[in-house]
């Protein structure tokens, strides 16, 4: 009862939020705290293969063919499989607005753990366009296009636009490929994505692996990758990787704006790592510019066979190589 109730106040609020704001005068901090508490309840039941409008303001595209498709206010739930494109909209903080919206994805992950989903977090100045793969009987969303917002908080309470993934606990690890960027991730991952900023993919727990143009990286908590991008030709906010991913890096300059992440909304809870010490990411360093595996050797995980599976999801034929499937070298950077 009291759950029902905190929803519909956090919801009545959120629907009168451009009115509040003119009359009153809304806040950076209480449309951040205010879309998260109706994300928080009203996506509850958000099922498998499914995305759930949290808050305003979001706009979704159905695929062509498909009726029955009501994206409208909060709590609205479509199929990922009929999606062609989602728009999340940045901070507007004279209208009261913030998009954001909560994703429940199978990925790669087996039938036969229906309640393990991987969850994807939307929020702010995004795009994303899944792709549909060679393989029709795959499930949705294995490969897509993500354009994000950079360096956009509006205030000390706002994380900066982005995408944030979380695999389900002792479900191994899940791939799909964003921007022609193949990832490998078995832990919680912030993906942002502009031409002039590439893409970065920072881990804040567990492991996370890229690979692009036949390089691949890993990712280890503390640490973030870029990969560089280039804008498809007649494609707005449609990117190919440019060259191999770059070395890791640590967040320490990242930190503070990886602690404003909502990580609230995941189902796992998590403390964010803090960034890679210093000896340790040189120790991390030399080991990858010798040439050495992306495992065995601290802060490496122990090495196993394969680090990255050969089968993964692929774009459809492009005016580029989407470095999915070439054999090849280290990243450089």
């Not at 929803?7 to 879309?35: D, M, R």
């Not at 205030?155 to 193949?182: H, K, M, R, Y």
Request: net charge negative; glycine share 10%.
């Amino acid at each position: 009862m009291f759950r029902s109730i905190r929803w519909w106040g956090a919801a009545l609020a959120l629907c009168l939020a451009p009115a509040l704001a003119q009359a009153q005068g809304f806040t950076c901090p209480n449309i951040v705290e205010t879309a998260l508490e109706v994300v928080d309840q009203s996506c509850a039941e958000t099922g498998r293969n499914q995305v759930c409008y949290g808050s305003i303001r979001l706009s979704a595209q159905p695929k062509p063919g498909v009726t029955n498709f009501e994206f409208r206010k909060t709590g609205d739930l479509v199929g990922v499989a009929d999606l062609q494109k989602l728009i999340a909209s940045p901070m507007n903080v004279e209208a009261g607005e913030w998009g954001v919206a909560l994703m429940r994805l199978q990925a790669n992950l087996p039938d036969t753990l229906p309640g393990q989903n991987v969850t994807f977090i939307l929020f702010g100045d995004v795009e994303l366009t899944p792709v549909e793969t060679a393989d029709t009987a795959a499930p949705p969303m294995q490969a897509f296009y993500l354009r994000t917002g950079v360096g956009d908080a509006r205030c000390e309470e706002a994380p900066e636009s982005g995408l944030l993934v979380q695999t389900p606990e002792g479900a191994g690890e899940v791939v799909f490929n964003i921007n022609g960027v193949d990832v490998q991730m078995g832990s919680t991952v912030f993906f942002q994505a502009d031409e002039a900023e590439g893409m970065t993919v920072s881990t804040l727990e567990g492991l996370a692996y890229v690979r692009a143009n036949g390089g691949e990286q890993i990712i280890v908590p503390g640490t973030w990758v870029r990969v560089a991008l280039a804008r498809l030709p007649d494609a707005a906010g449609l990117f190919q990787p440019l060259g191999l991913p770059e070395l890791p890096r640590a967040y320490e300059e990242r930190a503070r704006m990886l602690r404003r992440l909502p990580v609230r909304l995941l189902q796992r809870r998590i403390e964010i790592a803090p960034p890679l010490r210093r000896e340790m990411l040189d120790r991390l360093l030399n080991h990858l510019r010798s040439g050495g595996a992306l495992c065995g050797e601290t802060p490496l995980p122990p090495c196993r066979l394969p680090l990255l599976p050969t089968a993964l999801p692929t774009l459809p034929a492009l005016p580029f190589d989407p470095g999915g499937l070439l054999p090849g070298g280290r990243g450089g950077g």
